[in-house]
């Protein structure tokens, strides 16, 4: 394994093409494309590492996984009454089928459906009591205390934060916001603004695994459901793309992170901050196929 993950950083190193970085949020705009940093920690509590694994980097929506879990643990089902379940073949900030579908998001990883499971896991606390607790199961899924929000990051991120606004009084004109889109909006971008290494990103992925050494906080069903959301909807309109090149659940994230669940197995985290024309990170998924292969890990047997 770790031969496998150093190979996989050098050839990284090589890439003339790397993708490009996003810059609609200006503070991401400044990160070096030149990095790649890679880790698993494995069901049975190794952990390997290679490239820019100890750098920390913003989740961005990678911390849509962890509300989810969240929200789904405040209110269970009934989270299936304002955000549906299937892919939206659509880009991750994107307001069309909003319309359509009379303000229920097709899915909790497009911008539209996190806006809602942000709403419901704030539910009636203050977005510090709420982010606070997010960190919380962060370090305690990872066992890392050193995990903390990005504050220049989060406010470069809400002073552009125009599409994620109209999304939200969008939603809130169909009454499926309950909270002020100001107070949502301030929530999610904070939550975006979680800086990770790889190292702590696989080993807070843990808690997803099927594995009785990973630390237990979400039911095996539900662990179950969230990896199925994963494969069809972590990657927005390039969600076949990954399953098909890649075959493992994954959530991916604008500042180039990529978690990665091999059910069984083990949770892998890959983050290189240039990104392809989907908004996944180019390199790290170049990288998770290459892994793939490799290991022979994959849903598909
Ligand atoms: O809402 C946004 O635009 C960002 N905070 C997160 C988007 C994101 O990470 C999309 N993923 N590839």
């Given at each position: ?10 050839r ?8 490009k ?168 971008c ?48 390039g ?46 998924t170049e ?15």
């Amino acid at each position: 394994m770790q031969d496998l993950l150093e190979d996989i950083a050098a050839r990284a190193l090589g890439a003339e093409d790397r993708g490009k970085v996003a810059d609609y949020i200006p503070e991401l705009a400044k990160v070096d494309p030149n990095q790649l940093g890679i880790s698993v920690a494995t069901a049975d509590g190794e952990l390997f590492s290679a490239g820019n694994a100890q750098t920390p980097f913003s989740i961005q929506s990678i911390s849509k996984v962890f509300v989810l879990a969240l929200a789904l643990g405040q209110v269970g089902e009934a989270l299936w009454k304002r955000v549906g379940r299937e892919p939206s073949g659509q880009a991750f900030d994107s307001i069309l089928l909003l319309e359509r579908e009379k303000g229920i998001p097709r899915n909790p990883f497009i911008n539209a459906g996190a806006l809602v499971t942000t709403d419901t896991f704030l539910g009636s606390a203050s977005p510090r009591e709420a982010l606070g607790a997010l960190i919380r199961f962060i370090r305690a899924a990872s066992d890392q205390e050193d995990i903390h929000i990005n504050d220049a990051v989060a406010r470069s991120e809400l002073e552009t934060a125009h599409r994620n606004f109209a999304l939200a009084h969008y939603m809130r004109s169909y009454g499926n916001l309950q909270n002020s889109p100001d107070l949502v909006l301030g929530t999610y971008c904070h939550q975006c603004a979680i800086e990770m290494t790889c190292e702590q990103l696989a080993l807070a992925g843990r808690f997803l695994l099927d594995t009785s050494d990973a630390p237990s906080l979400v039911s095996p069903v539900r662990k179950r459901r969230i990896n199925a959301l994963m494969m069809t909807c972590g990657h927005y309109d390039g969600s076949g793309d990954f399953a098909f090149r890649v075959g493992l659940p994954g959530k991916s994230g604008v500042g180039g992170g990529i978690l990665v669940i091999a059910p069984g197995r083990g949770s892998v985290a890959v983050w290189s901050p240039g990104l392809n024309g989907y908004g996944n990170s180019k390199l790290g998924t170049e990288a998770m196929e290459v892994f793939a292969r490799k290991t022979g890990w994959s849903i598909f047997g």
